[in-house]
T-cell receptor, first 112, second 112 residues
Framework: DVKVTQSSRYLVKRTGEKVFLECVQDMDHENMFWYRQDPGLGLRLIYFSYDVKMKEKGDIPEGYSVSREKKERFSLILESASTNQTSMYLC???????????FGDGTRLSIL | QKEVEQDPGPLSVPEGAIVSLNCTYSNSAFQYFMWYRQYSRKGPELLMYTYSSGNKEDGRFTAQVDKSSKYISLFIRDSQPSDSATYLCAMSAAGTASKLTFGTGTRLQVTL
């Protein structure tokens, strides 16, 4: 089975802090994704990566950056956290364009 | 108007009932269709994945895609309390290695 692991289930940070969310997958998938999930808005794509050191903006990249130094790891960075970034963050991965995305269990981030 | 519309519910049914969950969409380029189940405080778990039109069955679950009507459905037969969760539809035009567009989810409650 595909395993997508997000390093923290719950995280509380203060406004202005730099925040790192980590995601690791164990199936040698090329493609990895970061979404945020908010009530009434569903899942929205922040960034995705189709290869090491490659990244593409999603629908809502403002205030975020990403890093993919190794194939199995994809990091989401909040450069200067703000309260409107309080959300559930979900990481996903897939091998091919015709295989479904598999998700981790999410990080519930609160910015105070 | 959202690209994918999904009734948020909640939908409450008795155990053993047949459940019908639906999504409508506006983008005729969508070809890849998925249903995910999400339990509280967990990540989305893939239930069904179909390409283009038609039906797909897996145990108690049946997914239907009607591209002419831009309408997809998930049927759950003999519903169980363990089916109580939020169900998300997702779809893509260019394959699953790129952006998925999600519905906001339907919350289902199966009662004893």
């Amino acid at each position: 089975d595909v395993k997508v692991t997000q390093s923290s289930r719950y995280l509380v940070k203060r406004t202005g802090e730099k925040v790192f969310l980590e995601c690791v997958q164990d199936m040698d998938h090329e493609n990895m994704f970061w979404y945020r999930q908010d009530p009434g808005l569903g899942l929205r794509l922040i960034y995705f990566s189709y290869d090491v050191k490659m990244k593409e903006k999603g629908d809502i990249p403002e205030g975020y950056s990403v890093s993919r130094e190794k194939k199995e790891r994809f990091s989401l960075i909040l450069e200067s956290a703000s309260t409107n970034q309080t959300s559930m963050y979900l990481c996903a991965s897939t091998r091919d364009t015709d295989q479904p995305q598999h998700f981790g269990d999410g990080t519930r981030l609160s910015i105070l | 108007q959202k690209e994918v519309e999904q009734d948020p519910g909640p939908l409450s049914v008795p155990e053993g009932a047949i459940v019908s969950l639906n999504c409508t969409y506006s983008n005729s380029a969508f070809q890849y269709f998925m249903w995910y189940r999400q339990y509280s405080r967990k990540g989305p778990e893939l239930l069904m994945y179909t390409y283009s039109s038609g039906n797909k069955e897996d145990g108690r679950f049946t997914a239907q895609v009607d591209k002419s009507s831009k309408y997809i459905s998930l049927f759950i037969r003999d519903s169980q309390p363990s089916d109580s969760a939020t169900y998300l539809c997702a779809m893509s035009a260019a394959g699953t290695a790129s952006k998925l567009t999600f519905g906001t989810g339907t919350r289902l409650q199966v009662t004893l």
